[in-house]
């Protein structure tokens, strides 16, 4: 596609005015407009002429099949022909779940290739995906400048391949790794301290620095040195890991809904889990149930729930947690530790879930994860500076009182409930469940 720049727009129509300034001053100088429009028609005719043709440009895009939402990736460009311009513009129509409104542009240089003939251009450009589901890349244009400016040259070619954005495993190989360095009773290493782990293990010399009410006194006494118990963490717990797919978990924090950071939080609950033997489900629900998977012990299961979590869609309705928690108990027939990502913003909405809650710890350890709403924080701190700051301060804590209730009736029932920062949700959930490890009360 060839048409003209604004440049070959604003010097045609500058004809009209000329022609009528020297029509008034010199009635015989009128045919100069027509001449004016005559040369800037020849110079457009030959501007479309010279340089490349975008016919002969071929062009290669690059970009990774599946993504991490939230996970930052390259897609490249690369554009080549024979006199192509030193610079040309890019622009991108892709899914809104790339980049937002779902438009993208950006702009193509100059790459020598040691070929005097041949010219290449490539721009590489850093995208992030801020939801889950297959995110359709479609179109792509290029175009440049006439030598003289004025015409554009123009191409669009179709690309018209997905992306499938699937959960982060960023947080499970980054924080896990980390995890695993910071915590050393993780694997198949035992604990030598009481408290961190109840099932015995075996007698050993005592040590300074091990808890002395480990120490056996009899044993001490039958063989005449200082001996202490030895204990191991609990294994083959069942966790489920119980995510909240609602209204509320869709809204987004940070750039990133809730849910997808819930999602990654647990994938990452979910390895650990495995590496410590335990057997981890997953769970989803919204309006009803959605998603029970078995109970998985082994890494090599890992892929099948992430398939699981990948499933997990975003949902506008409001979660019943009456039916998805009454459901849940039913299919777990022995005690388990449910961990459940949710979000709750005030005492009325949450009166149901608390219901739900209280039938289901009498048989289950319960631990509620919610992020922290830093920006309803940061409004109630901030000093008012008028009328409508004082409202708006007054709305965040109230706010934040309801949420302070919902959580201190929740701790009343003898639920567990920890606040997290949005970025931290998937340490803060591991630390949570490792901790409740240790005190081997599941």
């Not at 980054?174 to 915590?183: A, H, I, P």
């Not at 966790?239 to 987004?252: F, K, Q, S, W, Y």
Request: charged share 25%; net charge positive; aromatic share 6%.
């Amino acid at each position: 596609m060839i048409y003209p720049t604004r440049r070959a727009i604003y010097l045609l129509l500058l004809g009209a005015p000329l022609a009528l300034a020297l029509g008034l001053v010199r009635p015989e100088l009128w045919l100069i407009a027509p001449g004016w429009i005559a040369v800037i028609l020849a110079c457009l005719l030959l501007d479309t002429i010279a340089g490349a043709s975008p016919r002969r440009l071929a062009l290669d895009t690059r970009f990774p099949h599946q993504v991490g939402v939230g996970d930052a990736f390259d897609l490249s460009v690369t554009a080549s022909g024979v006199a192509v311009p030193r610079r040309a513009e890019l622009a991108l129509a892709l899914d809104d779940r790339l980049a937002a409104g779902g438009r993208l542009a950006g702009t193509l240089r100059a790459v020598d290739t040691g070929d005097g003939r041949s010219q290449t251009l490539a721009q590489t450009l850093s995208l992030a995906a801020t939801r889950r589901g297959q995110a359709l890349v479609e179109a792509l244009w290029i175009r440049w400048a006439g030598p003289l400016g004025l015409v554009w040259k123009q191409r669009r070619f179709a690309i018209d391949r997905p992306i499938s954005v699937v959960p982060s495993l960023r947080a499970v190989t980054e924080e896990g790794s980390r995890l695993f360095q910071r915590n050393s009773w993780f694997g198949l290493r035992q604990q030598r301290f009481r408290g961190e782990g109840t099932e015995y293990e075996a007698l050993a010399e005592y040590q300074p620095g091990m808890d002395r009410r480990a120490i056996d006194w009899n044993a001490t006494a039958r063989h005449v040195k200082l001996l202490a118990k030895e204990y191991r963490v609990e294994r083959d717990n069942r966790v489920v890991l119980a995510i909240d797919g609602g209204r509320t978990m869709a809204e987004p924090v940070g750039g990133m809904p809730r849910v997808d950071r819930a999602v990654s939080a647990a994938l990452l609950l979910a390895y650990v889990g495995l590496k410590l033997n335990d057997r981890i489900s997953l769970f989803s629900f919204a309006a009803k149930p959605h998603t029970l998977t078995p109970a998985y012990m082994h890494t090599q299961d890992f892929p099948a729930l992430q398939r699981a979590a990948s499933l997990i869609d975003y949902a506008h309705v409001e979660s019943n947690f009456t039916l998805a928690l009454t459901t849940l108990s039913a299919q777990l027939n022995r005690r388990s530790l449910i961990i459940l990502f949710t979000e709750f913003t005030d005492a009325t909405s949450a009166d149901l879930m608390i219901r739900a809650a209280g039938r289901l710890v009498q048989k289950h350890r319960l631990l509620f994860v919610v992020i922290k709403d830093e920006e309803v924080e940061s409004e109630e701190r901030r000093r008012p500076e008028s009328g409508a700051d004082v409202t708006r301060s007054n709305v965040a804590a109230a706010m934040l009182r309801d949420r302070q209730l919902v959580i201190a009736r929740l701790q009343r029932l003898g639920a567990d409930v920890i606040e997290v920062p949005a970025d931290a949700m998937g340490a803060s959930a591991v630390d949570a469940y490792l901790g409740i490890k240790r005190a081997g009360s599941l």
